[in-house]
Protein backbone atom coordinates (compact mmCIF):
# COMPACT_ATOMS: atom_id res chain seq x y z
CA UNK A 1 0.00 0.00 0.00
CA UNK A 2 1.09 3.38 -0.80
CA UNK A 3 1.34 5.32 2.35
CA UNK A 4 -0.40 8.43 2.22
CA UNK A 5 1.24 11.56 3.05
CA UNK A 6 -0.15 15.44 3.90
CA UNK A 7 -0.22 18.06 1.09
CA UNK A 8 2.30 20.61 1.17
CA UNK A 9 -0.17 23.16 0.50
CA UNK A 10 -1.96 22.64 3.71
CA UNK A 11 1.04 24.05 5.63
CA UNK A 12 1.11 27.41 3.40
CA UNK A 13 -2.60 28.10 4.11
CA UNK A 14 -2.63 27.52 7.49
CA UNK A 15 0.42 29.42 8.45
CA UNK A 16 -1.07 32.53 6.05
CA UNK A 17 -4.79 32.08 8.03
CA UNK A 18 -2.13 32.38 11.26
CA UNK A 19 -0.71 35.19 10.05
CA UNK A 20 -3.81 36.91 9.16
CA UNK A 21 -5.22 36.55 12.58
CA UNK A 22 -2.11 38.09 13.98
CA UNK A 23 -2.69 40.84 12.17
CA UNK A 24 -6.56 41.30 13.04
CA UNK A 25 -5.00 41.06 16.91
CA UNK A 26 -2.63 43.88 16.21
CA UNK A 27 -5.62 45.93 14.47
CA UNK A 28 -7.74 45.04 17.28
CA UNK A 29 -5.27 46.05 19.87
CA UNK A 30 -4.63 49.42 18.13
CA UNK A 31 -8.35 50.37 17.89
CA UNK A 32 -8.35 49.69 21.65
CA UNK A 33 -5.73 51.70 22.41
CA UNK A 34 -7.42 54.33 19.81
CA UNK A 35 -11.00 54.19 21.88
CA UNK A 36 -8.81 54.12 25.29
CA UNK A 37 -7.08 57.50 23.71
CA UNK A 38 -10.08 58.91 22.91
CA UNK A 39 -11.47 59.36 26.28
CA UNK A 40 -8.11 60.89 27.63
CA UNK A 41 -8.50 63.40 24.98
CA UNK A 42 -11.15 64.20 26.16
CA UNK A 43 -10.65 64.87 29.70
CA UNK A 44 -7.88 66.88 28.48
CA UNK A 45 -10.27 69.16 26.15
CA UNK A 46 -12.51 69.02 29.38
CA UNK A 47 -9.96 70.24 31.60
CA UNK A 48 -8.50 73.14 29.31
CA UNK A 49 -12.42 74.29 28.93
CA UNK A 50 -12.69 74.27 32.69
CA UNK A 51 -9.55 76.21 33.12
CA UNK A 52 -10.31 78.63 30.37
CA UNK A 53 -14.06 79.14 32.11
CA UNK A 54 -12.13 79.34 35.95
CA UNK A 55 -10.05 82.07 34.44
CA UNK A 56 -12.83 83.90 32.63
CA UNK A 57 -15.22 83.50 35.55
CA UNK A 58 -12.07 85.04 38.18
CA UNK A 59 -12.01 87.55 35.64
CA UNK A 60 -15.80 88.37 35.44
CA UNK A 61 -15.63 88.10 39.04
CA UNK A 62 -12.86 91.06 39.33
CA UNK A 63 -14.92 93.11 37.22
CA UNK A 64 -18.29 92.72 38.75
CA UNK A 65 -16.80 94.57 41.65
CA UNK A 66 -18.12 97.98 41.46
CA UNK A 67 -21.08 100.06 40.77
CA UNK A 68 -23.52 100.27 38.03
CA UNK A 69 -23.59 103.45 35.99
CA UNK A 70 -26.66 105.01 34.51
CA UNK A 71 -27.71 105.85 30.79
CA UNK A 72 -26.98 109.14 29.55
CA UNK A 73 -27.10 111.91 26.78
CA UNK A 74 -24.19 112.32 25.27
CA UNK A 75 -22.54 115.87 25.69
CA UNK A 76 -22.77 118.25 22.34
CA UNK A 77 -19.74 119.64 21.32
CA UNK A 78 -21.44 123.09 21.22
CA UNK A 79 -22.32 122.54 25.36
CA UNK A 80 -19.31 123.60 27.15
CA UNK A 81 -20.73 121.28 30.09
CA UNK A 82 -21.12 121.79 33.84
CA UNK A 83 -18.69 121.23 36.59
CA UNK A 84 -19.58 120.93 40.10
CA UNK A 85 -16.77 120.74 43.60
CA UNK A 86 -18.04 119.93 46.50
CA UNK A 87 -15.75 121.30 49.15
CA UNK A 88 -15.23 120.28 52.86
CA UNK A 89 -17.12 116.95 52.65
CA UNK A 90 -17.16 115.26 55.90
CA UNK A 91 -15.73 111.85 54.96
CA UNK A 92 -13.07 110.71 57.54
CA UNK A 93 -11.80 107.14 58.21
CA UNK A 94 -11.22 105.79 61.43
CA UNK A 95 -10.83 102.15 63.33
CA UNK A 96 -13.84 102.08 65.33
CA UNK A 97 -13.77 98.82 67.36
CA UNK A 98 -12.28 95.84 64.99
CA UNK A 99 -13.06 97.59 61.69
CA UNK A 100 -12.42 101.06 59.65
CA UNK A 101 -15.67 102.86 59.05
CA UNK A 102 -16.91 106.19 57.98
CA UNK A 103 -17.62 108.51 60.92
CA UNK A 104 -20.67 110.13 61.33
CA UNK A 105 -22.39 111.96 63.99
CA UNK A 106 -25.12 109.00 64.58
CA UNK A 107 -23.34 105.93 65.03
CA UNK A 108 -20.14 107.17 66.67
CA UNK A 109 -21.18 110.09 68.20
CA UNK A 110 -19.73 108.49 71.94
CA UNK A 111 -16.38 107.65 69.78
CA UNK A 112 -15.98 111.29 69.13
CA UNK A 113 -16.71 112.71 72.39
CA UNK A 114 -14.03 110.54 73.61
CA UNK A 115 -11.75 112.27 71.34
CA UNK A 116 -12.69 115.42 71.79
CA UNK A 117 -13.85 115.64 68.54
CA UNK A 118 -17.58 117.75 68.05
CA UNK A 119 -19.81 114.94 66.48
CA UNK A 120 -22.11 117.34 65.04
CA UNK A 121 -19.45 118.78 62.55
CA UNK A 122 -19.69 114.71 61.24
CA UNK A 123 -22.25 114.71 58.68
CA UNK A 124 -21.37 112.62 55.55
CA UNK A 125 -24.73 112.25 55.03
CA UNK A 126 -24.40 115.85 53.41
CA UNK A 127 -22.38 115.00 50.44
CA UNK A 128 -24.76 111.45 49.92
CA UNK A 129 -27.39 114.12 49.10
CA UNK A 130 -25.61 116.63 46.97
CA UNK A 131 -24.27 113.34 45.09
CA UNK A 132 -28.13 112.20 44.51
CA UNK A 133 -29.29 115.89 43.69
CA UNK A 134 -26.37 116.44 41.22
CA UNK A 135 -27.00 112.85 39.29
CA UNK A 136 -30.04 112.64 39.40
CA UNK A 137 -31.02 115.78 37.59
CA UNK A 138 -32.32 116.96 34.59
CA UNK A 139 -29.89 118.30 33.75
CA UNK A 140 -26.74 115.88 34.31
CA UNK A 141 -29.67 113.28 32.52
CA UNK A 142 -29.42 115.11 29.19
CA UNK A 143 -25.32 115.01 29.47
CA UNK A 144 -24.72 118.79 30.56
CA UNK A 145 -22.56 118.34 33.42
CA UNK A 146 -19.15 117.17 32.70
CA UNK A 147 -17.38 116.32 35.84
CA UNK A 148 -18.13 116.26 39.75
CA UNK A 149 -15.33 116.93 42.16
CA UNK A 150 -15.34 116.57 45.58
CA UNK A 151 -12.82 117.58 48.48
CA UNK A 152 -12.93 116.15 52.15
CA UNK A 153 -12.16 117.97 55.01
CA UNK A 154 -8.83 116.64 55.29
CA UNK A 155 -7.84 117.87 51.88
CA UNK A 156 -8.74 114.41 49.69
CA UNK A 157 -9.62 115.31 46.07
CA UNK A 158 -11.78 112.63 43.90
CA UNK A 159 -13.87 112.62 40.78
CA UNK A 160 -17.05 111.29 40.48
CA UNK A 161 -18.11 110.38 36.55
CA UNK A 162 -21.60 112.19 35.70
CA UNK A 163 -22.92 108.21 34.37
CA UNK A 164 -21.96 106.94 37.31
CA UNK A 165 -25.40 105.15 39.95
CA UNK A 166 -24.70 106.48 43.60
CA UNK A 167 -26.17 104.30 46.15
CA UNK A 168 -29.72 105.40 47.82
CA UNK A 169 -29.22 104.31 51.01
CA UNK A 170 -26.70 105.95 53.39
CA UNK A 171 -24.86 102.36 54.58
CA UNK A 172 -23.84 101.57 51.25
CA UNK A 173 -23.08 104.69 50.09
CA UNK A 174 -20.91 105.05 53.41
CA UNK A 175 -19.30 101.73 52.27
CA UNK A 176 -18.38 103.09 49.03
CA UNK A 177 -16.67 106.14 50.48
CA UNK A 178 -14.49 103.46 52.57
CA UNK A 179 -13.59 101.51 49.74
CA UNK A 180 -12.90 104.56 47.82
CA UNK A 181 -10.17 106.14 50.33
CA UNK A 182 -9.12 102.89 51.33
CA UNK A 183 -8.06 101.36 47.46
CA UNK A 184 -7.92 105.13 45.97
CA UNK A 185 -10.85 104.20 42.88
CA UNK A 186 -13.94 101.98 41.96
CA UNK A 187 -14.59 100.20 38.59
CA UNK A 188 -17.74 99.76 36.90
CA UNK A 189 -19.87 96.39 37.36
CA UNK A 190 -18.70 94.42 34.51
CA UNK A 191 -15.70 96.95 32.94
CA UNK A 192 -12.44 98.19 33.42
CA UNK A 193 -13.89 102.10 33.93
CA UNK A 194 -12.92 103.92 36.64
CA UNK A 195 -16.26 105.39 38.23
CA UNK A 196 -14.54 107.16 41.20
CA UNK A 197 -10.75 107.81 42.15
CA UNK A 198 -8.85 109.75 44.14
CA UNK A 199 -7.21 112.52 42.05
CA UNK A 200 -3.95 115.13 42.83
CA UNK A 201 -4.44 118.54 43.94
CA UNK A 202 -5.43 121.44 42.86
CA UNK A 203 -8.61 121.11 41.47
CA UNK A 204 -8.08 124.02 39.35
CA UNK A 205 -6.02 121.79 37.01
CA UNK A 206 -9.29 120.15 35.71
CA UNK A 207 -11.12 123.12 34.80
CA UNK A 208 -11.74 124.41 31.66
CA UNK A 209 -9.78 127.05 30.24
CA UNK A 210 -11.81 130.18 31.02
CA UNK A 211 -14.11 129.25 32.48
CA UNK A 212 -15.95 131.14 35.22
CA UNK A 213 -15.76 130.11 38.84
CA UNK A 214 -18.93 130.30 41.28
CA UNK A 215 -18.79 129.92 44.84
CA UNK A 216 -22.11 129.55 46.88
CA UNK A 217 -22.57 130.76 50.58
CA UNK A 218 -25.65 132.46 52.76
CA UNK A 219 -22.66 135.10 54.12
CA UNK A 220 -22.64 136.02 50.58
CA UNK A 221 -23.37 140.08 50.26
CA UNK A 222 -24.14 139.96 47.09
CA UNK A 223 -27.91 138.09 46.42
CA UNK A 224 -28.93 137.08 43.21
CA UNK A 225 -32.02 135.54 40.97
CA UNK A 226 -29.72 132.66 39.82
CA UNK A 227 -32.08 132.14 36.49
CA UNK A 228 -31.06 135.89 35.89
CA UNK A 229 -27.54 135.30 36.66
CA UNK A 230 -27.18 132.83 34.61
CA UNK A 231 -28.12 134.72 31.75
CA UNK A 232 -25.22 137.23 31.66
CA UNK A 233 -23.06 134.65 31.13
CA UNK A 234 -21.77 133.77 27.97
CA UNK A 235 -23.51 130.19 26.49
CA UNK A 236 -19.83 129.18 25.87
CA UNK A 237 -17.92 130.05 29.02
CA UNK A 238 -17.88 126.51 31.15
CA UNK A 239 -19.50 127.02 34.41
CA UNK A 240 -17.62 125.98 37.71
CA UNK A 241 -20.43 125.69 40.91
CA UNK A 242 -18.86 125.49 44.16
CA UNK A 243 -21.04 124.67 47.01
CA UNK A 244 -20.12 123.82 50.27
CA UNK A 245 -20.95 120.63 51.36
CA UNK A 246 -20.27 120.66 55.21
CA UNK A 247 -22.78 121.49 57.94
CA UNK A 248 -21.85 124.76 59.73
CA UNK A 249 -19.56 127.65 57.93
CA UNK A 250 -18.78 128.46 54.76
CA UNK A 251 -16.30 127.67 52.11
CA UNK A 252 -12.72 129.39 51.89
CA UNK A 253 -11.35 129.29 48.35
CA UNK A 254 -9.13 131.16 46.61
CA UNK A 255 -10.47 130.02 43.23
CA UNK A 256 -13.60 130.70 42.87
CA UNK A 257 -14.38 134.62 40.32
CA UNK A 258 -17.93 135.29 42.03
CA UNK A 259 -19.38 134.79 45.76
CA UNK A 260 -22.80 134.61 45.41
CA UNK A 261 -26.04 134.00 48.07
CA UNK A 262 -29.37 132.69 46.30
CA UNK A 263 -31.60 133.04 48.89
CA UNK A 264 -32.43 134.94 51.82
CA UNK A 265 -32.38 131.89 54.04
CA UNK A 266 -29.48 129.45 54.61
CA UNK A 267 -29.87 126.36 52.16
CA UNK A 268 -28.97 122.83 52.58
CA UNK A 269 -26.12 121.56 49.76
CA UNK A 270 -29.09 119.51 48.26
CA UNK A 271 -31.51 122.23 48.25
CA UNK A 272 -29.02 124.74 46.32
CA UNK A 273 -27.87 122.11 44.09
CA UNK A 274 -31.10 121.86 43.05
CA UNK A 275 -31.88 125.57 42.16
CA UNK A 276 -28.14 125.92 40.40
CA UNK A 277 -29.57 122.80 38.22
CA UNK A 278 -33.00 123.86 37.50
CA UNK A 279 -32.05 127.59 36.45
CA UNK A 280 -29.30 126.48 34.27
CA UNK A 281 -31.80 124.23 32.63
CA UNK A 282 -34.71 126.34 32.48
CA UNK A 283 -31.59 128.33 30.67
CA UNK A 284 -30.68 126.46 28.26
CA UNK A 285 -34.37 125.57 27.60
CA UNK A 286 -34.74 122.06 27.69
CA UNK A 287 -37.67 119.82 30.08
Known sequence: MVRRYPVKGRKRKQKERYDEDVEEDEQEQKQLRLEADEPREAETAADDDEKQSGEAGEKAADELEGIPIMPTQNQSSKNPGIIFVLEKASLEVAKVGKSYQILNSDDHANFLRKNGRNPADYRPDIVHQALLSILDSPLNKAGKVRAVYVKTEKGVLFEVKPHVRIPRTYKRFAG???????????????????LLRVIKNPVTQYFPVNSKRIGFSHSSGKLVEMQDYVATISDDTPLVFVVGAMAHGKIETEYTDDFISISNYPLSAACCINIICDAVRRHMNFI
Request: charged share 25%; glycine share 6%; aromatic share 0%.
Open 176 to 194: IMLQLLQKLSITATGKREK
